[in-house]
């Protein structure tokens, strides 16, 4: 990964633009510790002001802590809110070098995602980007049918709809309307339980039991199963042995990462507890593409634009605080309010005839370069369009990068780092030499 070049934009408000690969597994570790940390002080918080499930200080692997605002790990008569989101894992752009230790691991299904909501007798998929009605019935899930618990009973599950494979018909039942299935990623409700503060590696224990359970009629929940993301467990799950399903990608969990989701749009933040990652054995949509489904020919990244007190304007990613990548260009600025997410491209900063592009004008013939990252010009192209809701993190700008600029993080350094348990990602490069 190659160092910005000048011309990056800077701001007192935004996160550092990681330099190189050691520096963006400091930048990971960090979060990483932080958001532990948050967990554990919001478990003290909640065990001073009475929640229930909270002990104080670190709970035991595999337990739950209260947290008092949310009652998060506790039994309760309430039901969940409304603005319930899903969380949304960061890109795998470096190795965590606890991987084998800390971390599970499962095969990703293909799919869309979708959040479960059961009660009052009624069950609702929903598409977790969207917030639109997937599909409405009764289930035997936790209060998801006239006959299924009684009062308080209610569920919400973290889930991919299976949908028909490349070249397949969406299978039936008795020749009427195709059969759902549900693949269950996570846990955020179940009966009168709140799992959302509970570690990962209960909720896909409890997943894991409980889902199984409820696997009949028209609509099916089968349960995707982890495993400690040791090497062995990881192989199995990037060749597909034993997944009854088409992957895409495999799906890390920290053991003791609390479900975090965020309220959906501006305020959705992605988990450094859970990570993603992929290569074209192991999913079709490994490098993204565009809505007819191709492969661009630069790599397109979304920001949004931040408020400045000072011209400027910049843009930057969706992580708290924003990476801020580039510049607003100044005939735009004005016209964009801040809060919109824009479109910009990245181009290589070294054209084959030798000539870096000028920062703030158009000579790469795309549009006007705002920035550089990643040994790339960021390029304007527009508004982003309606159908997007967040910004890109900084981990999917990497991730992808690192797919393009044929330096991935492929699936034999990452078992080396999970074989070898190095320590951090110091990691990926000492793998390199070996």
Same mark, same amino acid.
């Given at each position: 990964?190659?160092?910005?070049?000048?011309?990056?934009?800077?701001?007192?408000?935004?996160?550092?633009?990681?330099?190189?690969?050691?520096?963006?597994?400091?930048?990971? @570790?960090?979060?990483?510790?932080? $958001?532990?940390? $948050?967990?554990?002080?919001?478990?003290?918080?909640?065990?001073? *002001?009475?929640?229930?499930?909270?002990?104080?200080?670190?709970?035991?692997?595999?337990?739950?802590?209260?947290?008092?605002?949310?009652?998060?790990?506790? @039994?309760?008569?309430? *039901?969940?809110?409304?603005?319930?989101?899903?969380?949304?894992?960061?890109?795998?752009?470096?190795?965590? /070098?606890?991987?084998?230790?800390?971390?599970?691991?499962?095969?990703?299904?293909?799919?869309?995602?979708?959040? #479960?909501? $059961?009660?009052?007798?009624?069950? #609702?998929?929903?598409?977790?980007? +969207? /917030?639109?009605?997937?599909?409405?019935?009764? *289930?035997?899930?936790?209060?998801?049918?006239?006959?299924?618990?009684?009062?308080?009973?209610?569920?919400?599950?973290?889930?991919?709809?299976?949908?028909?494979?490349?070249?397949?018909?969406?299978?039936? #039942?008795?020749?009427?309307?195709?059969?759902?299935?549900?693949?269950?990623?996570?846990? %955020?409700?179940?009966?009168? %339980?709140?799992?959302?503060?509970?570690?990962?590696?209960?909720?896909?224990?409890?997943?894991? +039991?409980?889902?199984?359970? #409820?696997?009949?009629?028209?609509?099916?929940?089968?349960?995707?199963?982890?495993?400690?993301?040791?090497?062995?467990?990881?192989?199995?799950?990037?060749?597909?042995?034993?997944?009854?399903?088409? @992957?895409?990608?495999?799906?890390?969990?920290?053991?003791?990462?609390?479900?975090?989701?965020? @309220?959906? /749009?501006?305020?959705?933040?992605?988990?450094?507890?859970?990570?993603?990652?992929?290569?074209?054995?192991?999913?079709?949509?490994?490098?993204?593409?565009?809505?007819?489904?191709?492969?661009?020919?630069?790599?397109?990244?979304? %920001?949004?634009?931040?408020?400045?007190?000072?011209?400027?304007?910049?843009?930057?990613?969706?992580?708290?605080?924003?990476?801020?990548?580039?510049?607003?260009?100044? +005939?735009?600025?004005?016209?964009?309010?801040?809060?919109?997410?824009?479109?910009?491209?990245?181009?290589?900063?070294?054209?084959?005839?030798?000539?870096?592009?000028?920062?703030?004008?158009?000579?790469?013939?795309?549009?006007?370069?705002?920035?550089?990252?990643?040994?790339?010009?960021?390029?304007?192209?527009?508004?982003?369009?309606?159908?997007?809701?967040?910004?890109?993190?900084?981990?999917?700008?990497?991730?992808?990068?690192?797919?393009? +600029?044929?330096?991935? %993080?492929?699936?034999?350094?990452?078992?080396?780092?999970?074989?070898?348990?190095?320590?951090?990602?110091?990691?990926?490069?000492?793998?390199?030499?070996?």
């Amino acid at each position: 990964m190659a160092a910005p070049g000048r011309g990056e934009p800077q701001s007192p408000g935004g996160g550092e633009v990681p330099s190189s690969l050691g520096d963006l597994a400091e930048r990971e @570790r960090r979060r990483r510790r932080a $958001a532990l940390r $948050a967990q554990q002080e919001a478990g003290e918080e909640g065990a001073a *002001s009475g929640g229930a499930g909270g002990g104080g200080g670190k709970a035991r692997r595999g337990g739950c802590r209260g947290e008092g605002r949310a009652g998060r790990g506790s @039994r309760r008569g309430g *039901s969940f809110p409304e603005s319930l989101c899903l969380m949304r894992p960061d890109w795998m752009a470096v190795p965590p /070098g606890d991987l084998s230790s800390e971390w599970l691991v499962a095969a990703r299904p293909e799919g869309r995602r979708c959040i #479960v909501l $059961a009660r009052g007798g009624r069950t #609702v998929a929903r598409d977790w980007l +969207s /917030g639109k009605t997937v599909a409405a019935f009764a *289930s035997s899930l936790p209060g998801g049918g006239m006959h299924v618990g009684g009062k308080g009973q209610q569920c919400a599950l973290d889930c991919v709809l299976q949908e028909a494979a490349p070249g397949e018909d969406a299978p039936m #039942v008795g020749g009427q309307a195709p059969e759902l299935k549900f693949w269950v990623l996570d846990v %955020l409700f179940w009966g009168d %339980l709140a799992m959302v503060g509970c570690e990962a590696e209960m909720r896909v224990f409890w997943a894991a +039991s409980k889902v199984d359970e #409820v696997g009949s009629g028209a609509e099916q929940f089968s349960p995707v199963l982890y495993a400690p993301a040791e090497g062995g467990n990881i192989q199995q799950a990037y060749q597909g042995t034993g997944v009854p399903y088409v @992957r895409d990608g495999l799906l890390f969990l920290h053991r003791e990462g609390h479900y975090f989701g965020g @309220r959906g /749009g501006k305020d959705s933040l992605s988990s450094p507890l859970a990570l993603l990652w992929k290569d074209m054995s192991c999913s079709r949509f490994s490098i993204s593409t565009d809505a007819q489904g191709k492969v661009p020919t630069f790599q397109r990244v979304v %920001l949004r634009k931040v408020h400045t007190d000072r011209p400027p304007a910049l843009a930057g990613t969706s992580d708290k605080p924003a990476i801020l990548l580039a510049r607003v260009p100044e +005939s735009e600025r004005d016209e964009i309010p801040a809060g919109a997410l824009l479109n910009y491209i990245l181009v290589p900063a070294e054209p084959a005839g030798g000539k870096r592009p000028r920062e703030g004008g158009g000579a790469t013939g795309l549009g006007e370069v705002c920035g550089h990252v990643l040994g790339q010009n960021v390029v304007f192209q527009g508004l982003a369009g309606q159908g997007r809701t967040e910004a890109d993190a900084f981990s999917k700008v990497a991730f992808q990068q690192r797919l393009r +600029s044929g330096e991935p %993080l492929t699936i034999q350094k990452l078992l080396q780092v999970a074989m070898r348990g190095l320590p951090e990602a110091r990691d990926e490069n000492t793998c390199n030499k070996n």
